[in-house]
């Protein structure tokens, strides 16, 4: 799949966000008074400026209202409403840790379990497409879950974020490996991509002279080389090094924004290669398998 800027931001971003807001949400960072200001602050912008890159990658960015409409039907409608929800229900319980100085337990975890919500509504967006392989599988909301509570938990400073960091660490790795084998696994071939039965089928001519919508945001070859370097970049930059730097350098907010830079660029390298490495079986149809 053709990896799209906007939606890179929109997912690392919006998920790091909602990982944030969960863990203050659920009291594991009990702040207060200004530090609850920065940390709210954060969750809040790392959200809002996720969702906001995601209207970006709509034909018609005017009409992006128009996602609320269908949530009978679609993931990215229920993810819209999910989202609003966790914000609105999430601004009285920061509101009352930054101006009261008082914690909202009850409310901060219903908050913070709609935080989840969203994250798991975003990742269904990319699991329930069939004709994604790598995508339809379990292992992508797990792997948008691991991310957000481990990049939560190293925003919020928590002393467990070293530990949580290794294991997404160790998840990216098997998402890896196992995503590989997803489309060999599945048995799609031309004859299935095209409807023709489960013979041999062999392509007469090309389906187009020339590029289209399909090919260009549906095929994207990624050379093995390149995707195995970008493998070892996301993991020892989005779990690998955060973690050390947690562990070896003094606590406090200087080694946070450290860690968090590190884990920002594997995050990134990482859903650069989610979408990247994703093969749609229409590239069959065009000779791109």
Not at 47 to 72: I, K, M, Y
Not at 227 to 237: D, S
């Amino acid at each position: 799949m053709h990896p799209a800027p906007s939606v890179i931001l929109f997912t690392v971003l919006s998920g790091l966000g909602f990982g944030l807001l969960a863990m203050l949400g659920l009291g594991a960072a009990p702040v207060t008074g200004w530090a609850a200001f920065v940390a709210y602050g954060a969750g809040f912008g790392l959200a809002v400026a996720g969702l906001l890159a995601s209207t970006f990658h709509l034909g018609n960015p005017q009409r992006a209202l128009r996602a609320f409409t269908q949530w009978r039907t679609s993931w990215l409608s229920r993810e819209a409403w999910a989202s609003v929800a966790a914000l609105g229900l999430m601004a009285p319980v920061a509101a009352s840790a930054v101006f009261m100085g008082r914690l909202m337990p009850a409310l901060g975890a219903v908050a913070a379990v709609l935080c989840l919500i969203t994250v798991l509504t975003t990742s269904m967006i990319y699991t329930q497409l069939r004709t994604v392989p790598r995508w339809n599988h379990w292992t992508t909301p797990a792997l948008f879950f691991g991310h957000a509570v481990a990049g939560g938990a190293l925003l919020a400073g928590l002393g467990n974020a070293p530990i949580l960091l290794g294991l997404l660490g160790l998840f990216m790795a098997l998402s890896f490996r196992a995503g590989d084998a997803r489309f060999a696994e599945r048995g799609h071939t031309l004859a299935t991509a095209t409807g023709l039965g489960h013979g041999k089928v062999r392509s007469f001519a090309p389906p187009h002279t020339g590029t289209n919508y399909l090919m260009r945001e549906m095929i994207h070859v990624v050379g093995r080389k390149h995707a195995l370097k970008l493998r070892v970049i996301a993991v020892v930059f989005a779990a690998v090094l955060p973690a050390v730097a947690l562990v070896l350098l003094p606590a406090g907010l200087a080694t946070t924004l450290v860690a968090a830079a590190f884990h920002l660029i594997g995050a990134f390298a990482g859903r650069w290669l989610f979408f990247a490495e994703a093969e749609h079986v229409v590239g069959l149809y065009y000779g791109k398998r």
